[in-house]
Every structure is written in structure tokens, then in C-alpha cells.
């Protein structure tokens, strides 16, 4: 079943905060909460003080709840917010840290990721306040799974503890209602500015939730610039470490207005591994070159098939995605197999559990996704290294 709402709710009534036992929602701090799987997320009034000991006591407190229900709390994120609801500091607490297992769960706190700088100022020079790495995920063409890596590496990050955003920028055919599992959600709009919405551990936001579902999406050029940029810019994301962009296939309008309002740390090129497929993601990963974005790496999706049985086949030529990148000389970041489960996941909008299976399939399918997110994790930190380098420092003589 996995930590629920309840759970948390009445976790938060019995808080251990300096040798008592404080009761959060009678006092009336806290301000919103969610839980998924062994995720959760909790909005506290910010007093100004003692964040760090106080998220550290919901996760004590929340922890203790799911254990006595038979459930596992792995990562908690506390945002503080000021009287007007604006963010202004989160705590994380939990998470795999840098070295995970994907074969098994996570158990005590670690104090992963800590405090997120205050945003209103843009330290990292990202063109978002508060954002810290922006990661676009593109594809030479619909179908290869862009969408799903997209997701599986923002839930990925998630899990080790970073705050992570997801931007829905396939304007033309949001995945992420689906994916994610939005379903019977509204989107909230405080302020004139989108709420993301908060599950597995991520703030998503998706044209999805802001038209019909079954209404065609015709975007001339600048409609589409416009829409993009507001999602961008009219979302109260708050701190963030990665926000993470799912580009629409092909190299269009999206990745020009994106190129022009971000300053991105990188992207990342998914590709299954037929020559036909490789063409297309050669055309991609020198779109971001000409864009000026480093390409962090190539994705080979769907490299090959691995039955419940944790059988291998070779359907598509596996390998050819690596090839393809050497001759780009781009990194390869690893390649993900097909799994039932992983549409299934994908379908049900539940995609934790791409990270939590134990049969062999499942395994296979965690090990490659958590090698990926350490991957892009490790040339995220390069390139931005490289970037802040590259930076000219203002002297004053
Ligand atoms: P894109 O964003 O490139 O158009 P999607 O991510 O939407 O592609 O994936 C297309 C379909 O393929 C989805 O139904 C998704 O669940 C499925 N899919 C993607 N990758 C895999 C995989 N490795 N194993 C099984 N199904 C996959």
C-alpha cells in the first residue's frame, strides 16, 4: 500500500521537537502534505528558525508511523514557506544517497542534499531563480521512450534526496497526466502562478493539466513559445536542484525558446538502438550543440528485452546507441531495457515502483535506471564545473 496521507497526518500530531512532543497540525503549521510509496513531502510554516532539527523530527515521527503500519518512509522533503505560501528554504532528509543499491530499499536518514539557497537571486546563473541544474531530455523522434526517461530520472534524482522539478515541455502530447498518475487532480493556480503538483517525490507541471485531454494541441510558433515560456517562468517551483525538461521529439520552436530563456547545464539524447533511430538523435545532439548546450550523454532505451523470467533477447541490435555516441564523442549514459513492468508503471502512473520491484525483471530494470541517474548525476556536476569556469568574474579595480 505504501505511506499514506493519514499516516503522515497523524505522524505530524506527535512531533519529538525538543523534548516534547509538538503538535504540528494543531498548531497550524503545517500547510499541505502528500505521501507516495515511501515518499513524503510536508509544508510547514517557517518560524525562522530550527529547520533543519525540525524536519529532521517529522522524519522521525512520520518514520515511526510507517513502521508500525508495516511501510518504509526513504525520503522526506520539508519546505518552509513565509505567510504569503512562497518557499523559502527546504529540508530533505533520507534518500540513497550518492551510492545507491537498486537492489534493495534505503533505511536510516542520511541528510542528503540540506539546505537549498533562498530563491530571488540566481546563484547558479540558470535564468531561474532558486534552480540549480536544468536538464533538457531529447529525442530525434517520438516513441523512443523520451517521456520515460525523462520521468524515471527525475524520480530517480528524487529518491537520493535532491528536489527535483519536472517540466512537461512536450507541449504537442503531455505524457506526464498519464505517467505520473494525475489523473483526478486540478491544476491550483495561487498568485497567477501554477502550484506544481508534488508526487513521487517530484513537482511536475504539464499542458496536460491546463487543456482537455482529448482536445488537439495546435500551436502556431509563438503560441508555442509563449506557452512554453510560462510554463517555465509562471510556476512557483521554489528551490530546486534539478528541474528536469521533457523536450518535444524532433528539433523545433520548443528548444529554441528553451535555449533562449534557460541557461542549461546540459542534455541528455534518449535513442533505441536501430541505425533509423540513430540518425534522427545524431540530428538532435547537434541541435544542443548548435544551441550551445553540452550534450551530457546518450540513453539507449529499449536496448533490449528482458522477460519476467529475467531473460534476455536481443530485438533492436543493442549496443547501437553506444556506438552512435562514440562516433559523437558524447558520453554514453547507459542503456534501459524494455520491461512489461515498466509500461505497465508507465500506464498506472506509479513510477516508483520502477525503482522498488524485486523479481528479476524488476532488478534489471532498477540496476539500468539507477545507472543512468549516477550517470547524469556525475556529468551534471562536470558540466557545471566546466560552465562556472567558463564564466567571466566581474573585477573591480
Ligand atoms: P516518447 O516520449 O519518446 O514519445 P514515451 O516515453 O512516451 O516515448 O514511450 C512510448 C511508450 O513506450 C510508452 O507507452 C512507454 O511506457 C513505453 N516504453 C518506453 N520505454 C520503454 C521500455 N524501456 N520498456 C517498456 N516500455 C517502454
Same mark, same amino acid.
Given at each position: 500500500m505504501g505511506l499514506t496521507k493519514q499516516m503522515v497526518h497523524e505522524a505530524l500530531r506527535t512531533v519529538p521537537l525538543g523534548g516534547e512532543l509538538a503538535d504540528l497540525v494543531g498548531s497550524g503549521r503545517v500547510v499541505w502534505m502528500a505521501a507516495c510509496d515511501a515518499v513524503a513531502s510536508v509544508r510547514l510554516r517557517d518560524d525562522g528558525s530550527n529547520r533543519r532539527p525540525t524536519a529532521e523530527a517529522v522524519f522521525s515521527a512520520i518514520d515511526a508511523a510507517a513502521k508500525a503500519a508495516g511501510e518504509r518512509l526513504d525520503v522526506l522533503t520539508v519546505e518552509f514557506v513565509d505567510a504569503a505560501g512562497k518557499?523559502?528554504?527546504t529540508e530533505r532528509v533520507g534518500g540513497v544517497a550518492s551510492h545507491p543499491s537498486p537492489r534493495g530499499p534505503s533505511t536510516a536518514p542520511q541528510g542528503v542534499g540540506g539546505h537549498t539557497p533562498i530563491p530571488g537571486l540566481d546563484p547558479a546563473g540558470t535564468g531561474?531563480?532558486?534552480v540549480s541544474r536544468i536538464i533538457a531530455v531529447g529525442a530525434g523522434k517520438g516513441g523512443v521512450g523520451k517521456s520515460t526517461i525523462a520521468l524515471n530520472l527525475a524520480v530517480g534524482l528524487a529518491r537520493r534526496g535532491h528536489s527535483v522539478g519536472l517540466l512537461d515541455g512536450d507541449i504537442y502530447g503531455p505524457s506526464m497526466p498519464t505517467m505520473l498518475g494525475l489523473g483526478g487532480l486540478e491544476q491550483v493556480v495561487r498568485e497567477g502562478m501554477m502550484e506544481p503538483f508534488y508526487t513521487h517525490g517530484v513537482k511536475c507541471v504539464t499542458m496536460?493539466?491546463?487543456?482537455?485531454?482529448?482536445k488537439p494541441l495546435i500551436w502556431r510558433g509563438p503560441m508555442a513559445h509563449g506557452a512554453f515560456k510560462q510554463l517555465v517562468e509562471q510556476t512557483n517551483w521554489g528551490p530546486l536542484d534539478y528541474l528536469i525538461i521533457? @523536450?518535444?521529439?524532433?528539433?523545433?520552436?520548443?528548444?529554441? $525558446?528553451?535555449?533562449? =530563456? @534557460?541557461r542549461l547545464t546540459g542534455a541528455v539524447v534518449v535513442c $533505441?538502438?536501430?541505425? =533509423?533511430a540513430q540518425d534522427d538523435a545524431v540530428r538532435a545532439a547537434r541541435m544542443f550543440e548548435q544551441l550551445g548546450v553540452e550534450v551530457l550523454g546518450v540513453v539507449e532505451n529499449m536496448s533490449y528485452f528482458v522477460g519476467d523470467d529475467g531473460k534476455e533477447y536481443d530485438l533492436f541490435g543493442k549496443g547501437g546507441a553506444k556506438a552512435m555516441a562514440g562516433r559523437l564523442g558524447v558520453p554514453f549514459l547507459g542503456g534501459v531495457p524494455i520491461?512489461?513492468?515498466l509500461r505497465v508503471n508507465s500506464d498506472a502512473g506509479n513510477p516508483t515502483a520502477n525503482f522498488t520491484a524485486t523479481d528479476r525483471a524488476g532488478r534489471e530494470l532498477s540496476g539500468a535506471l539507477e545507472g543512468v541517474v549516477t550517470e547524469v548525476e556525475g556529468r551534471a556536476a562536470l558540466a557545471e564545473v566546466r560552465a562556472r569556469s567558463a564564466r567571466p568574474s566581474l573585477k573591480i579595480s
Open positions: 518557499a523559502v528554504a531561474l531563480a532558486g496536460g493539466k491546463l487543456v482537455q485531454a482529448d521533457d @523536450l518535444p521529439p524532433g528539433t523545433g520552436d520548443i528548444s529554441l $525558446t528553451m535555449a533562449q =530563456v @534557460l $533505441t538502438p536501430q541505425k =533509423v520491461t512489461m513492468a
